[in-house]
């Protein structure tokens, strides 16, 4: 059960995070916590993601050495003439006797190997290695995709049973609605934290491994950029997360900021307050780009710090090359090499190597580049995993059962509910709605209305007290079965960018249009409906036709009509409809719903006459009930000088009813 | 409106050179600073050309032993070359290796090929959504060099750039202001404005592309050739570098609006979900509540693989604008292999040459493929732009040139056969010919749809009529200033917009120079005075966005107040008490009342409690002013519409 305090912790919890506003509580481990948590999502594509790299793997064997001999033919054996192994002659289809056997290379045999070499290495690219990578590169990112798509969804349906739940709670919908924002970032989510690094740190060691193989000692001292590199990147990690946060805050200021003054136009363009909007949007913006430079500098000299650190063990790897070069010593894993034909080091040994320690040192700077960004991305992505976690509070019971069919009555016991413990909305409310009767709710503004059916709806639990349907406790009922009974129209009624066929639907697919247009004709939107350019086929929403306050409110009563549930929820529905549409949809709904209980929130005490039994509130207290009759004659009763307040003298001539 | 804003996304190439176009005399007002910028792109040319030496060096005098003679060696790299002369290998190793170091630290680069290079900057991720990918380019260094070059390059720069876009965005919000209350009419709106502000930072993007690439690619080819010519007496490889250039442009153009195309498409299925998402989440009571959980999660489901889809075709088309570019590289690169080796094999060129060579070939190919990609890669930031300037370009509400101030009204505003038509040429109002007069409260009544409203905005100018006149004491206000006209008139909306400041200063919006007591007093005269004082802090109370928890009617009272400090001689209320319970309506309309003595009220009203108050009532039906009079003048026409309207709503009364 809800209980009040949780509730306030739980939101508390949330503005929090939504606003980001404390200190660096992100230490080492929760980035690689929120490394770890990526891992389960990875679950779905396991497969593709090992056939990948297996891929990839497979070809870097097969070309690496391929590209190793090319240099070695080229940058030796073409450019200083020296004879070519064995095995390299062989593979570029030259007669061993002609290039391998001699002491020097005549100019006509280095010639001809150039050529047979260019054209291999034209094969090679053109025939493997070009559409190799085109297709990798697809499947890298149908993959990611894969991954992406599953992570939506996921946030998707905890974004909508977690909102469910903070429907009343609008600061904390804006938190959920900025952490929406952030989780738009999901989708570089897996990319960035996990298989760029795992790609780049894989190149970054077979380039280790290649100049391992050839001279240990020269991939030491490049490997040597570690241990100073990860104490920097340890102490600038602070400091980064710091200014990441401060950029994002002031961001979400600024954002924040640009929609309460859209969302607010007609107010800031009415009082003519369009100066102070503008003087408010700069300063903010501009806090926005001053956060943004701090740390984005910082990043920059990140970079060039770890470029100059990696340079510097890079260029004393090539130092110990170029003496063993120019030593001409053997390779270290001679037995291994010279399969490939390498038994000392060469130019062509060096310039291979060279290369190597290029991409090596490259791999080595994306490595710490993302190592920045993650830093940035899991201040974003923590919020996004804890609402992943986050477990809704009103849950099925373990032996829910499924609500049988509506007989009797709805019953609330003694019902107390807070929205925190110190502001209690509801107490003590008790009372019996039968089935075949309409029962309305009034009161003031803020007594309670609203709150009474959302706990019908079971979005809360009541803190004490029971809601009962046919005598069964709703706690004990499944949450799926309880809402199929129940159907709501909502004052904000909403409409889908479809057609008015579609929307009135959209709650039972199945239905057919005859049943549509009764529904229609039910809430008295028949009429109006067949007017519409298409009528029933005509396009609304955004791209297409827009209806009146009252039109749409009668669309989504016809909706909740069409849904056909034996409890039937309307929360102020009919304010903009005028007297005599609202009487007409009132009568109907009577007709409509004989075995059925209609529950009707309302300010306008002209429909609260259509009700079989009235219930009056007054913060939160249930004050009155009976019906229209009975309460009127109640001296100094709430409901008598409610009505008093309103009804206008008696009218001379009563219109026939 | 927002049609236009989404679909005005296929633009010709024309177009399009028109749009960049604009875009660089963006930069104007900051031509100083980025004159520096070019300044510093220019100065980091000069040091790439030391590069490729340092490694010649080792090649010929380390590693194949020939001797070193200055005088081979161009004047700029010559007393390097000098400091070799008879050195040991171990001293050449650290003559050469040290200017590598040097070069490391002050540009960034110890070799001339990408893995051996770094470019200053700050690139976070950014994932495929417009917030983030923006992020990035408002930080982006646009710089050639790192090291402490590049370091002062980007700091120059992001600070410009954030110049830049702070200057243009606050232009585009500016612009927002003077758009016509109706633009805000559709919510929508307001969610495609937002996103025009995130397609501001493209501006810069084109700026930077379009004016230093062609600015600094030419010159890089120029100098690379230069110095070839003065080392080796030839320009070869600078005329390949030229034929480069069209073969880049004619192997990615046939591309160019394929990848715009494609890009676009991926952007407006990316928009779909999130628009998908937003709907469901502003929507979610009525998504559970009609048990439609599973539907709209297919419904996500399946917009979301769909923009998948879409990106994936973007990519494609990149992919295969690769390929062909390779396919063009790679006969380059295959006769620069034959031709220089055949100069070595001839002993023309040592090794050492042959690296240098290859070492300025891949840097005059990087200048040639940044300038033979520049369009295509511009391509993206058009549609961006385009809704920049659409918005930009959008008329606004400006004053008529000559506009007088409006005297404040003292006797009444009239309707003079005032028509109105929607956009889409509905008549919403059809010759309205009324007074109202000041001193009195007027009320506007009519079932939903009759044109209460827009007869009501016609009062402040929100809306101009399509004919006739409105006249504050027989002036037209289509003359006059519109600060003078607005300034006259208080208006409360029908839903209540409040701003995330104190209870207070919420209420100062209606005139900032209010006094405390006079605030107070507006509140009481509004009923808000009591719920006020029973907030945390009174009212100092924060409100939080959209108004937190207060209920729609203490929102509503809050509006009121606001409307009654402004003190303005017209008070226009739409639905004021819909939200109040009997209590708080009562007292609101003395206040009101009393109001009405010396000033217009305009009252728009369902209930009759409230309508009944009024000393005029204007009955409306399908635009037209049908009844006028009292209450009770209009209730004694036994056949009258009003009469007939107010039966409605009151049969069966007590």
């Known amino acids: 059960m809800a209980s009040p305090t949780r509730t306030e912790a739980l939101s508390d919890e949330l503005r929090r995070l939504g606003s980001g506003s404390e200190g660096d509580r992100l230490s080492f481990r929760l980035v690689v916590a929120v490394l770890l948590r990526c891992l389960p999502l990875l679950r779905g594509v396991r497969r593709h993601l090992l056939a990948f790299f297996g891929i990839v793997l497979l070809l870097f064997a097969a070309i690496l050495p391929l590209v190793a ?59 493997v290695a ?67 690094p795992v790609m780049h740190f894989g190149r970054h060691l077979i380039a280790a491994g290649v100049v391992f193989l050839f001279d240990p000692l020269a991939a030491l001292i490049f490997l040597l950029a570690w241990p100073p590199a990860l104490a920097l990147g340890y102490w600038m990690s602070r400091r980064l997360r710091i200014g990441f946060r401060a ?155 499924d609500l049988p069919p509506f007989q009797r009555d709805v019953t609330f016991r003694g019902v107390h509910f807070g929205y925190g413990p110190d502001r209690p909305t509801l107490e003590d409310v008790g009372f019996t709605a039968r089935a075949g009767s309409l029962t309305a709710i009034v009161g003031p503004t803020g007594s309670g209305k609203s709150t009474l059916m959302s706990l019908l709806l079971r979005l809360f639990d009541p803190d004490a007290g029971s ?121 109907n709904l009577r007709a409509w719903g004989r075995d059925r209980a209609i529950f009707l929130v309302t300010h306008r005490l002209s429909s609260v006459r259509q009700a079989d039994r009235i219930l009056v509130f007054h913060e939160g207290r249930l004050v009155e009930q009976g019906s229209h009759e009975t309460l009127l004659e109640r001296p100094g009763g709430a409901y008598r000088s409610l009505v008093h307040a309103e009804a206008p003298p008696a009218p001379q001539r009563m219109a026939a009813p | 409106m927002r049609e236009t804003f989404e679909a005005r996304h296929d633009v010709s190439q024309r177009e399009v050179l028109r749009i960049f176009g604009r875009a660089i005399r963006f930069v104007a007002p900051f031509r100083g600073r980025f004159a520096v910028k070019a300044l510093l792109t220019v100065v980091s040319l000069f040091p790439p050309l030391l590069l490729p030496w340092p490694i010649k060096m080792q090649i010929d005098h380390l590693l194949e032993g020939h001797p070193v003679i200055p005088g081979d060696y161009p004047g700029f790299i010559r007393p390097l070359a000098e400091q070799l002369v008879g050195a040991s290998p ?154 480069l250039l069209p073969l880049v442009g004619l192997a990615t153009f046939p591309f160019a609006a394929l990848i715009r195309r494609r890009g676009e498409e991926s952007r407006m299925a990316g928009a779909t979900t999130a628009s998908t998402v937003e709907e469901g989440m502003s929507n979610v009571l009525a998504v559970q509540s009609l048990g439609a959980n599973e539907r709209e999660r297919q419904r996500f489901d399946r917009d979301s693989a769909h923009s998948f889809g879409r990106f994936r075709r973007y990519i494609a088309a990149w992919i295969f604008a690769i390929a062909c570019l390779a396919a063009v590289g790679l006969p380059v690169i295959l006769w620069l292999a034959r031709y220089g080796s055949d100069l070595v ?33 511009l391509q993206g930031n058009a549609a961006g732009l385009n809704r920049v300037f659409f918005l930009m370009d959008l008329p606004g509400e400006e004053d008529a040139p000559g506009a007088q101030p409006l005297p404040a009204v003292a006797r009444g505003v009239r309707f003079e056969g005032v028509d109105f038509d929607y956009e889409d040429g509905t008549a919403a109002l059809r010759s309205i010919d009324v007074k109202v007069p000041v001193g009195a409260m007027t009320a506007l009544v009519g079932s939903a749809g009759a044109g209460k409203t827009t007869l009501a905005y016609l009062v402040p100018r929100f809306l101009s009529p399509t004919r006739g006149r409105v006249l504050f004491d027989e002036r037209d206000v289509a003359g006059a200033s519109l600060a003078s006209v607005r300034s006259q008139v208080a208006f409360v909306f029908q839903e209540q917009h409040l701003f995330d400041t104190s209870v207070e200063e919420n209420i100062r919006v209606g005139r900032p120079d209010a006094t405390q007591a006079e605030v107070h007093r507006a509140a009481r005269a509004a009923g808000a005075d009591e719920f006020i004082r029973a907030l945390p802090d009174g009212y100092a109370t924060r409100l939080g966005r959209a108004g937190g928890k207060l209920s729609v009617g203490q ?100």
């Open chain 1, 69 to 127: 001999m090319g240099f070695d033919i080229f940058w030796t054996g073409v450019l200083q003439g020296s004879p070519l192994p064995e095995i390299q002659a062989r593979l570029l289809l030259l007669d061993p006797a002609l290039v391998s056997g001699v002491d020097v290379l005549s100019e006509a045999a280095r010639r001809s190997v150039r050529d047979h070499a260019l054209v291999a290495a034209a094969v090679v690219l053109l025939a």
């Open chain 1, 130 to 196: 070009l559409p190799a990578a085109g297709a990798l590169t697809y499947y890298y990112i149908w993959i990611t995709q894969r991954i992406n798509q599953e992570l939506r969804l996921q946030l998707h349906d905890r974004l909508q049973t977690l909102s469910l739940r903070f429907h009343a709670e609008t600061r904390v919908g804006d938190a959920i609605y900025r952490l929406h924002q952030d989780s738009a970032m999901v989708s570089d989510l897996i990319e960035a934290v996990f298989l760029t």
């Open chain 1, 247 to 401: 950029a994002r805050e002031t961001n979400a200021a600024l954002t924040a900021r640009i929609q309460e003054i859209l969302e607010g136009i007609k107010v800031v363009k009415a009082y003519g307050t369009e100066p102070a909007a503008q003087r408010s949007f700069e300063a903010h913006s501009r806090a926005a780009f001053d956060a943004a430079f701090g740390v984005r500098f910082l990043v920059c000299i990140f970079s060039v710090l770890v470029f100059g650190l990696v340079s510097v063990t890079t260029l004393a790897g090539y130092a110990r090359m170029l003496e063993m070069t120019r030593l001409a010593e053997p390779v270290f894993a001679v037995a291994l090499l010279i399969g490939f034909g390498f038994d000392r080091f060469t130019l062509g040994v060096f310039n291979l190597l060279k290369g190597e320690l290029g991409w090596g040192s490259g791999s080595f700077r994306i490595i710490y580049r993302m190592w920045a960004r993650a830093q940035d991305m899991a201040i974003g992505l923590d919020r996004v995993f804890e609402l992943l976690d986050l477990e809704p509070e009103v849950q099925d019971a373990p032996d829910a059962v």
């Open chain 1, 467 to 587: 809601i009962e349907i046919d005598g069964l406790d709703l706690r004990a009922v499944s949450l799926a079965s309880l809402r199929s009974a129940v159907s709501i129209a909502l004052q904000e009624n909403v409409l889908f960018g479809a057609t008015v066929r579609e929307n009135i639907r959209y709650a039972a697919p199945t239905a057919s249009d005859a049943a549509v247009r009764e529904a229609a004709r039910v809430a008295a939107a028949d009429g109006f409906i067949q007017e519409l350019p298409d009528g029933y086929d005509t396009l609304l929403g955004e791209r297409g036709t827009k209806l009146s306050t009252g039109q749409r409110q009668r669309v989504s009563i016809a909706r909740a009509v069409l849904k056909d549930t034996p409890i039937l929820i309307l929360d102020e529905p009919t304010a903009s409809l005028d007297a005599e549409t609202e009487l007409r949809v009132l009568r």
């Open chain 2, 90 to 243: 171990a001293e050449i190793l650290l003559w050469t290796l040290g200017f590598q170091l040097l070069l490391v630290f002050t540009i960034g680069a110890m070799g001339s090929t990408s893995s051996e290079r770094d470019q200053a900057d700050a690139r976070l991720s950014a994932g495929r959504d417009t917030a983030t990918t923006t992020e990035n380019d408002l930080n982006y260094g646009h710089s050639r060099a790192s090291g402490l070059l590049g370091l002062f390059e980007f700091r120059w720069t992001l600070r410009l750039t954030h110049l830049l876009n702070h200057h243009y965005r606050s232009r585009l919000f500016e612009r927002i202001h003077a758009l016509p209350m109706t633009a805000f009419d559709d919510e929508r709106i307001g969610d495609a404005i937002y996103r025009v502000m995130y397609d501001a930072p493209a501006i810069t993007q084109v700026v930077y592309r379009l004016l230093l690439i062609p600015l600094y690619s030419p010159l890089g080819i120029l100098l690379v050739t230069w110095t070839l010519d003065v080392a080796y007496g030839t320009r070869l490889l600078g005329w390949v570098a030229l034929a």
């Open chain 2, 345 to 377: 094999i001839a002993g023309t060129l040592t090794t050492g040459d042959f690296a240098l060579m290859i070492a300025y070939f891949v840097q005059l190919a990087t200048y040639a493929f940044i300038l033979g990609t520049l369009w295509i890669r």
């Open chain 2, 555 to 654: 929102k509503q009272r809050l509006a009121i107040a606001r409307a009654l400090v402004r003190e303005a001689p017209i008070l226009i209320l739409d639905e004021p008490t819909s939200a109040l319970d009997p209590d708080t309506e009562r007292r609101l309309l003395v206040t009101l009342r009393e109001a009405a003595r010396t000033r217009l009220v305009l009252v728009i009203a369902h209930r009759l409690s409230t309508v009944r108050q009024a000393d005029q009532i204007l009955f409306l039906q399908d635009g037209r002013v049908l009844e006028r009079g009292s209450h009770d003048a209009l209730m004694a026409d036994p056949d009258g519409a009003y009469r007939r309207f107010v039966e409605l709503q009151t049969r069966g009364a007590a």
